[in-house]
């Protein structure tokens, strides 16, 4: 008689087994990867591809190869070398988080998960990720591409919750191995797993290595039970996309930009005010002392 245990380490077994032999020759898996630069892959990677992420992390470690580098280099070099990733402010928290690092632990990530918690902008998943792949050391990842994993083979729906549950973080705790190197493996598995193969709109199931295990599969393939609560975000015409653009041009900029030339990003010089503002209320941009309508990135 099969048990749950059984089907378990089947799962397991399988999706390691693919990943041995499919696994992606990234740099922040290399032999030679530091816990710094695993710290910046994830950083990078939130809600960002890795064919977009791979080119800057490589010029990020060439420039700022250690914390205390980038802890001393000027924000607008940050900004400017973070580019068009998306979501600047993960460049900020990441300067922040590396001047506490320098601070409070010597220059070096630390391997314990609740001090990795309690640096800026490394949140749950951040911190368990960095102590998986950086570290080697057993901790539960669960990212979107994890949860979709578990969501179709273990509990037989089309995709997850839109939001996280216990019930979730409870089965993904119980699939973890118990020694360090099995559970970070299957961290990578998993992960590996959910971004090239159970994708969320073409899921290639053919290819699956637990296609015979996937409850998902064996149900028919119910659609999404929780369509009606996802929320599309739009991208034309909102406030992340006017911010992009200005952004953009205070990155290429060699000296600040006239209030004029910036509202001229959209026909909406409203919205392009409001996010104006904004920018500087985070942080990624400043007016010169007395020159209210210029605006550069942060010194």
Known sequence: MTTP?????????AVVAWFDDTARDLP????????????????????????RVEPVWRTWLERWPTPADLAA??????????????????????????RALVRDHGGEVPDDEAALRALP????????????????????????????????????????????TAAERALAADLAPSSDEDAARWAAASME???LVCTARAPECAACPVRDLCAWRAAGHPPDAHAARRRTQPWH????QVRGRLMALLRDASGPVERERLLLVADDTAQVGRCLASLVEDGLAETPPGEPDLFALPA
């Open 5 to 13: 245990t059984d089907t378990s380490d089947a799962l397991r077994d």
């Open 28 to 51: 922040w898996r290399a032999a030679d990867r530091t816990p710094w630069g695993v710290l910046v892959s994830e950083t990078m990677l939130q809600q960002t591809p890795v064919v």
């Open 73 to 98: 280099a000027p924000t607008a070099d940050v900004l400017r070398a973070w580019g068009r990733l998306g979501y600047p402010r993960r460049a900020l928290r990441l300067q922040e988080c590396a």
């Open 121 to 164: 902008g490394v949140g749950e998943y951040t911190a368990a990720a960095v102590r998986a792949f950086a570290f080697g050391r057993r901790a539960v990842v669960v990212d979107t591409n994890v949860r979709r994993v578990l969501a179709r083979a273990v509990a037989g729906e089309a995709l997850p919750r839109p939001t996280p």
């Open 193 to 195: 797993l959910g971004a």
């Open 237 to 240: 015409g909102t406030d992340r």
